[in-house]
């Protein structure tokens, strides 16, 4: 039996994250916001308006561009005029680029299972402007135009992904960078990253492309991977049975987890493509492409890289300190203010602080526990001024008070009591009041012996030094 494997190509339009939208000044982002609000004469086509570029749009498609590596920023690019009719898009065309895009070429690069990696051609990244929203109630259909002229960039990967966990894959890595690089919000679930598929299959090792389809309205990751999961296996089995596969569009159908056909799909000659004549051609001076590529910063995987080279982290700790930019700037800061090894600060954050991150709904930039105030109580541990358990304690009241560490430990006598003689005062109390329990650890059931440990510590009100209070403790049940 002849053996398959897929071809997959993802096609994605980016949200960017610009306070108004591309060609007008209405706020671009209507998440909430009821219908038809944030509407003016450009953005809805009303005759006599003309389009304004947004500068911010392009500063950010910039960026995107070369965080993938892009072979060329264009110093001159146009604008075209996409004609379609559709109810949503009220000019009859939506203005995109065509012939002579910001950039040409790139490439995205991820880590798969183990030491390999997948890179992924980018064969097309250009500037856009969103077309309204249909809304379907029972038999009447309502028009939302609020994101009419919303600032989108269109990204279209080579057919170089070979299955759904790679699709998946890729776009978890995208939406991780384009965070990183604070361009977009990236959510799916709300439209501000959207992704359609294109599938074929060929015999293993052929290079032939196949006629594909086109995966369309999958709105979170994990029906990327079904519906492309789907899509390999209907192929195979349409191939098998002697029929060939036709370009169709394919609607996912989220609750029954099918494909519907759509449509047959369109070519680009329906578009009709010419020149936008009421936009100049956008020039990126050389100058002003250098100011904004000065704000490029590292990359995830590079730094994820760096972390383990300058760092000596785990590639697990390096990985989980990278997913987020705010959180590896604040690792990176913690560290400095902290003399000992690395692997310290990273435990605490992977454990402690990104519990507290969570809970509270914020990114790691917005504590009120600063990296310095994290070091500060990591020094207390190591110094055995305060417990672990004091520390942990602490994380929570800094970041309740904004306080220093060390300032709260003072004022609350939060030391640990090492003082080996007031340790022993409170340990010959407790085993005082449970003669029983002594009785059991001398007849060698010796596992008490940590339930012991807990009482001293709470006696203390947990400030007594773990390790001493075990040390004392064994001492005196031997007696
Ligand atoms: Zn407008």
């Known amino acids: ?98 012939d002579e895009p910001l950039a040409r070429g790139g490439w995205i690069e991820f880590p798969l299972e183990g030491d390999s990696s997948r890179r992924v051609t980018i064969t097309k990244l250009h500037i856009e402007e969103d077309a309204g929203k249909t809304v379907h109630e029972r038999d009447r259909r309502l028009i939302d135009f609020n994101r009419c002229g919303v600032p989108l960039v269109e990204m279209v990967t080579g057919p170089d992904l070979r299955s759904a966990d790679e699709a998946a894959q890729y776009l978890i890595r995208l939406r991780q960078l384009l965070r990183w690089l604070g361009i977009s919000e990236a959510d799916m679930e709300r439209g501000q990253l959207r992704v359609d598929g294109n599938v074929s299959i060929r015999p293993k090792g052929s290079n032939v492309l196949n006629p594909k389809t086109e995966i369309k309205n999958v709105n979170s990751i994990e029906n990327l991977r079904d519906a492309i999961e789907a899509e390999i296996k209907r192929q195979i089995r349409e191939v098998t049975a002697g029929r060939t596969i036709e370009a169709w569009t394919l609607d996912w159908d989220e609750e029954t987890a099918t494909l519907r056909k759509m449509r047959s799909k369109e070519t680009e000659a329906d578009y009709r493509y010419f020149r936008e004549p009421d936009l100049l051609p956008l020039r990126v001076e050389p100058a002003w492409k250098d100011r904004i590529l000065a704000g490029l910063p590292e990359l995830p995987l590079a730094r994820r890289r760096r972390f383990v080279d300058q760092y000596g982290l785990p590639l697990y700790d390096a990985e989980i300190l990278t997913e987020e930019r705010s959180l590896a700037d604040y690792f990176e800061q913690a560290q400095s203010a ?48 305060i417990n672990a358990t004091t520390g942990k304690d602490l994380l929570e009241r800094v970041q309740e008070s904004g306080e220093s560490p060390a300032a709260i430990v003072e004022r609350e006598n939060l030391a640990q009591v090492s003082d080996e003689g007031e340790l022993q005062c409170i340990a010959q109390a407790v085993l005082a009041e449970n003669p029983d329990q002594v009785a059991t650890y001398r007849s060698g059931k010796e596992t008490v012996l940590g339930w012991f440990v807990g009482q001293v510590m709470r006696k203390s009100q947990g400030k007594a030094n773990p390790q001493l209070v075990r040390e004392v403790l064994e001492s005196l049940l031997r007696e």
């Not at 709904?361 to 009120?368: C, H, I, R, S, Y």
Request: net charge negative; proline share 6%; hydrophobic share 40%.
């Open 338 to 385: 902290y003399p000992g090894e690395a692997k310290d600060i990273s435990n605490w954050l992977m454990n402690d602080v990104l519990r507290l991150i969570r809970s509270l709904g914020v990114n790691a930039g917005e504590l009120k526990l600063t990296p310095g105030h994290l070091a500060e109580i990591v020094i207390l541990i190591g110094e055995k001024t």
């Open 1 to 98: 039996m002849t053996e398959f494997e897929a071809v997959i190509g993802l096609e994605t339009h980016i949200q960017l994250n610009t306070r108004s939208k591309i060609f007008c000044g209405c706020k671009a982002d209507s998440w909430g916001d009821p219908p038809n609000t944030n509407i003016c004469p450009v953005c809805t086509g009303l005759p006599g308006v003309l389009p304004v570029l947004n500068q911010a749009v392009v500063e950010k498609a910039i960026l995107l561009a070369a965080a993938m590596q892009a072979d060329s920023i264009q110093e001159r690019s146009f604008f075209a005029r996409k004609n379609y009719f559709y109810p949503d898009l009220p000019k009859g065309y939506q203005i995109s680029q065509y």
